[in-house]
């Protein structure tokens, strides 16, 4: 299993978590999503992620992933 870190500053509530866990959650590979709202990071595991795909996909919910 792979472990990828991102942080996502435009997160603010749990709409915001929830956005971002089902477009991440959707892609192909991926085990899991940890959103920390405090933090505003989001932790995704699974197996051969792919970082331009969590990245668009963190974009389709509507937040940048820095």
């Keep these: ?7 996502v500053p435009g997160m603010h509530c749990g709409h915001c978590e ?7 959650s959707a892609l192909s590979g991926v085990a899991s999503v940890v959103v ?7 932790e995704v595991t699974g197996s051969g992620l792919d970082d331009a795909a969590i990245r ?4 389709e919910a509507g937040y940048e992933a820095t």
């Design 1 to 7: 299993m792979d472990t990828a870190l991102y942080t």
């Design 56 to 59: 668009a996909a963190i974009e």
């Design 36 to 42: 920390d709202l405090e933090s505003k990071r989001v």
């Design 18 to 24: 929830r956005a971002v866990k089902e477009e991440v």
